[in-house]
């Protein structure tokens, strides 16, 4: 029997809380096969205890404050005893470190992780969701057997782009992310600024939000671009918004593997994105989308400027990028990732160590 505790204690509904998400059901069939259960675990009053509020079976809320605070302790300290765990797998540092400390011997722990940040347990399972997180954790001592590639996935989309569909009209350039500094949206704005001084008729509309709001505002009224720039906030429906696109811009400065990237690359949205560690595992430069500098508006204005120019070319990228994310980065193709690194994690072998971890593709 292996019973599962997943827990997330994220306030929001970002990509780790997302990706949570996307794990849960597929813990849950992993654990019914061999004849246990998995608990996911998200915080109280959190986003995600809200958008899953009729979820069955539900989830599991306990607060979150510190992680010595006596009542985030007492609660997780139940739930441990409570789900008899043969397995703890948590996303971020504070589940990892909570539940890490109060896991009995012989309990596997495994930790999700989604950016360069992160402390390293002994002993402890690291599921990364790039490549480069993988090699940084083998760099910062984690055993090689102990550090598992299983990159993100993204369901295939209800909505499908048409770039550059409607002759006249303006150019639009769309993004989505929180809002964030490193997220890079003032580098995307002073781009559009740009373009627009070159001539282009391009507007842009960034769905996110986030504690950059009234910075990002602020640059949208100093560059005069309140016509052409909208930070629309949250939206539901994310494939919808990416797919009334002709661009997708993605300015980052650090990313894990971002679930953004993957989803407008999945609508076939021709993609123009910072060439730093995630996205350069994600684009094939020229054939699936274009990478460019970081921090750089003007390399990124050209970029987007060589796509308007060559919509045909633009359009056939956008296609082969939704065509290798279905194929690759589908749901089916996470499913078989994970329970692969689960039997390795969860199976010991003759030795009694765990099963020698490899990357998945």
């Known amino acids: 029997m292996t019973n599962i505790l997943h827990a997330m204690l994220g306030k929001g509904l970002g990509g780790l809380e997302r990706v949570f998400l996307d794990y849960q059901p597929i813990l849950e069939a992993y654990a019914a096969k061999h004849g246990g259960t998995?608990?996911?675990?998200?915080?109280?009053?959190?986003?995600?205890?809200?958008?899953?509020?009729?979820?069955?079976?539900?989830?599991?809320?306990m607060p979150a404050f510190t992680d010595w605070d006596?009542?985030?302790?007492?609660?997780?300290?139940?739930?441990?005893?409570?789900?008899h765990p043969g397995l703890i797998l948590s996303h971020g540092q504070r589940p990892a470190r909570l539940f890490g400390r109060l896991a009995p011997t012989g309990v596997v722990q495994a930790v999700c992780?989604?950016?360069?940040?992160?402390?390293?347990?002994?002993?402890?399972?690291?599921?990364?969701?790039?490549?480069?997180?993988?090699?940084?954790?083998?760099?910062?001592?984690?055993?090689?057997?102990?550090?598992?590639?299983?990159?993100?996935a993204v369901a295939e989309p209800s909505a499908q782009a048409d770039p550059f569909a409607a002759p006249g009209t303006a150019i639009r350039v769309v993004?989505?992310?929180?809002?964030?500094?490193k997220k890079g949206f003032d580098i995307l704005i002073r781009a559009i600024g740009l373009l627009r001084?070159?001539?282009?008729?391009?507007v842009c509309d960034i769905a996110g939000e986030g504690e950059e709001r009234a910075h990002l505002e602020r640059l949208i009224a100093e560059l005069d671009l309140g016509a052409a720039?909208?930070?629309?906030?949250?939206?539901?429906?994310?494939?919808?918004?990416?797919?009334?696109?002709?661009?997708?811009?993605?300015?980052?400065?650090?990313?894990?593997?971002?679930?953004?990237?993957?989803?407008?690359?999945?609508?076939?949205?021709?993609?123009?994105?910072?060439?730093?560690?995630?996205p350069v595992e994600m684009v094939v430069d020229g054939e699936t989308g274009r990478l460019v500098p970081p921090d750089d508006p003007v390399a990124l204005a050209d970029a987007l400027a060589d796509l308007i120019a060559a919509p045909d070319l633009a359009r056939a990228m956008g296609q082969r990028a939704r065509e290798t994310v279905?194929?690759?980065?589908?749901?089916?193709?996470?499913a078989r990732r994970l329970e692969a690194v689960l039997d390795r994690m969860l199976e010991p072998s003759r030795d009694g160590a765990s099963r020698p971890g490899k990357a998945l593709f």
């Open 113 to 152: 992780v989604h950016k360069p940040v992160f402390d390293v347990i002994e002993g402890a399972h690291y599921i990364c969701v790039g490549r480069h997180l993988a090699e940084l954790a083998v760099a910062r001592g984690v055993p090689s057997a102990r550090a598992h590639f299983v990159p993100n």
């Open 326 to 334: 279905l194929r690759d980065y589908g749901s089916a193709r996470l």
């Open 197 to 202: 001084a070159r001539g282009l008729d391009v």
């Open 70 to 83: 006596p009542w985030t302790v007492g609660a997780a300290r139940r739930l441990v005893e409570t789900v």
């Open 175 to 181: 993004a989505a992310g929180r809002l964030h500094p």
């Open 38 to 61: 998995c608990t996911g675990v998200v915080r109280r009053g959190g986003a995600v205890s809200g958008a899953e509020a009729m979820r069955s079976p539900p989830l599991a809320l």
């Open 229 to 278: 720039v909208s930070l629309i906030g949250w939206t539901a429906d994310v494939s919808g918004f990416l797919a009334m696109g002709d661009l997708f811009a993605f300015p980052s400065h650090q990313e894990g593997f971002p679930l953004a990237l993957l989803e407008a690359m999945a609508v076939a949205l021709p993609v123009v994105s910072s060439a730093i560690d995630g």
